[in-house]
């Protein structure tokens, strides 16, 4: 009546195992680290780099305790801060001998100090929030005055290709604050040029102005039009943050909007804040220009003499570059960009698609330009690089457009990632700023685990003390609970934060719960009459419906917090919900088998350790079971 198949006990006893495994790494902390990563695209960290790295820091007599590469770049375990920090001066002086001219971010860092063996098996802490692990806070103010005037720029030169397209004749275009004024001389060719632009450029709200050979067409944006502008400004930074936090090698950083033109960032375990603030502070634009193939130019431009209109850089492989100053194109008429493969050569390369206005430029001067190479620049802090300059082998249109040519896999990746968000949509500034030491978060991190181990053990005394036997064994049951919560989150990768503990110690109380319905209700099945073993028979599988009930309208709760919720509530959610999915697993399951192996197999059960029963209409109280 009572026994479980063999394969129940193995699939308990594997859920355990696993769930310590997975919950271990949580206990071995994190040791100081420095990281070193590429500043710029075309400047790579590969196995050279790390060569390089461990040379210095041995000339230096800097011991470490682990050196390796992965994709955020070369990290160096260290043994404490101030080895850590020599380390980062060493590091810095090496590889940016510059401090004007960056090549690479030298970063402080914490990482995971888990044994080999548990990474091995892809066992990793979870990731501690801000306010658990320390780190930085920065609240980000999104000009969108400047995002709308980028727009409007760009609308001017549309209209004047859009103009020429339809033979429209005009007398100038130009923009005056927030408004593009288009000149007339003729009230037919005034009309004209309003029924184009009604029919080509929908978000512009026209007015006429002007008499006598003075005729204008004031546009401004429609305010719907104005509105998704700043949306899409305010996605975009996010977008950029994100893949410039990456150089950081932040884990789990939290990048989301607040109002309608703020970002707040939290990277936490970053104690470099400085290294922090200068890349979030990066600007950073997409320029296409035409190569200067001019015999002679290039040699001169070598030996100091730059041409008039060009300026010298350096592409991707050190050879040296002749480029024109006009700019065909910027990164705003680029919607998408995805590695790939090249459909001739089958070599890596990236497909790029530009907007409507892009397509028409990129058309022409694709068509006017056929064998002459054409660069794509990254501009940054005033300074130029070639992230790569293809030749032109034929007139591209229907805006998409492939490079290739002396290109990895990897780099294409990198070209990708770069062109889709290399640049803010927004300028933006800082307007708040704040750090939490790595002190404080432990502090946190010990009120939470002493908050919930007393808790633990003030259940754990209650039950033992109430329910003998069977309260030790729904005490198992939740510390069963609490291993697979915490493996669950190490699995997922989740991040903890304060919110996130406090639904852990809320979870251990809604869990109990579950085992004190069992418990009466066996209870109840001796008060009856009922035989011990069909006591708990009959307890266990009469109140699993009531536990799944008022699980699930609890559930419901939680996932309503976690769809509509936001930052601590999501994580407390997150938590929530995934403690009610352990606790009626430990409470129905683990317990179960628990008591099976402890009753199960004896045939002549005369009483259970589950306390006093009180039966109806005697005074004294019978032995338990009895």
Known sequence: MNRYPLWKYITVAVALVIGFIYTLPNFFG???????????A???????????????????????????????????RLKDTDTQLKAKDVLEKQFNPDPQDPQYVVALNLLSASPTWLTGLHALPMYLGLDLRGGVHFLLQVD??????????????????????KNVRHAGISRDGDRITIRFRETDVRDKGRNTLADNQPDLQLVEQGEGSDLRLVATLKP?????????ALKQNITTLHNRIN???????????????????QLPGVQD????????????TLEIRMVDDTPGGLEAAQSGQVPFGT????????APLLVKKQVVLTGDRLTDAQPGFDNQTQEPAVHLTLDSAGSRIFKDITRENVGKRMAILLIEKG????????VIRTEIGGGRVQISGRMTTTEANDTALLLRAGSLAAPMEIIEERTIGPSLGAENIKKGFDSTLWGFAAIAAFMIAYYLLFGFISVIALGSNLLFLVALLSMLQATLTLPGIAAIALALGMAIDANVLINERIREELRNGATPQAAIAAGYERAFDTIVDSNVTTLIVGLMLLIFGSGPVRGFAVVHCLGILTSIFSAVVVSRSLVNLIYGRRKKLASLAIGQVWKPGNTATAPAGK
């Open 273 to 284: 804040t400085a290294k922090a603030k200068d890349i979030l502070g990066r600007t950073a």
């Open 30 to 40: 994190e040791s100081p680290a420095v990281q070193v990563s590429s500043v710029k």
């Open 42 to 76: 075309t400047i790579k960290v590969d196995p050279r780099t790390l060569e390089r790295a461990e040379t210095t820091l041995k000339g230096a007599g800097v011991t470490h305790d682990g050196i390796f590469l992965d994709s955020n770049g070369v990290k160096v």
């Open 144 to 165: 969108m005055k400047g995002a709308t005037t980028k727009r409007l720029d760009a609308t001017a030169a549309d209209l004047r290709s859009l103009f020429r397209d």
């Open 311 to 318: 300026e010298l850089y350096v592409e991707r492989g050190g």
């Open 383 to 390: 300074k130029g690089e070639v992230v790569t300059a293809p």
């Open 247 to 265: 150089e950081l090698g932040v884990a789990e950083p939290v990048i989301q909007q607040q109002g309608a033109d703020r970002i707040v960032v």
């Open 224 to 232: 719907e039009a104005m509105k998704r502008i700043q949306d899409f």
